[in-house]
């Protein structure tokens, strides 16, 4: 996984003063970086029975379809809100200052039907934590959370606790 480390352009003071933005598009766009993802993250998920995966907008979505293809699963988008057009269940979450929030469609997920949420990073885990209850809100089984990227020093496991994590790359 260190090879895929090169892979992954760091940019300093992006999108503000003091973020370290690891920019996963230089990874996406090298053949054999973009594959040796692919195939790491199903071959964590293979003999696991997934129904569906979820991707979270944005760059969740670059790799939840995918993942989702290999598995023999569904995609579903979990969107920021006004973009999903049918009814929709949503989910607020702190941010550094102020709240935000995500949408899925309420039909998305049927109760009992097994979840594996994916995203590029983990770094407070804000985010994916707020994703996981809005699945557990319609009923769905969270199996699992997987990350192509995990910002170790941000802790962000500890929103997670009690879920099964996995991610590709630590810093
Ligand atoms: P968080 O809720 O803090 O775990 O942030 C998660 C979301 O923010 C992820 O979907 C990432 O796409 C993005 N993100 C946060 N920090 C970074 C970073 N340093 N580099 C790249 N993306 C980040």
Known sequence: MND????????????????????????LKDPAGWRAVIDALRAQY???????????EARGFFFAPAIAYALGAGFVPVRKP???PAETARVEYAL???TDSLEVHKDAIQ???RVLILDDVLATGGTAAAVAQLVD??????????????LDFLNGR???A??????LIHY
């Not at 293979?46 to 979270?56: A, E, F, M, R």
Request: charged share 20%; aromatic share 8%.
């Open 111 to 113: 109760p009992g039907q």
């Open 4 to 27: 895929l480390k090169k892979l992954i352009r760091e940019v300093p003071d992006f999108p503000k003063p003091g973020i370290n933005f690891y920019d996963i598009t230089t990874l």
């Open 162 to 167: 009690g879920r099964e994590l996995f991610s």
């Open 82 to 84: 006004g973009k999903l």
């Open 96 to 98: 550094e200052y102020g």
């Open 158 to 160: 500890e929103k997670l």
């Open 137 to 150: 809100n319609l009923g769905g089984s969270v199996i699992g959370l997987g990350f192509v990227i995990e």
């Open 46 to 56: 293979q003999n696991t029975p997934v129904d569906v995966v979820v991707g979270i």
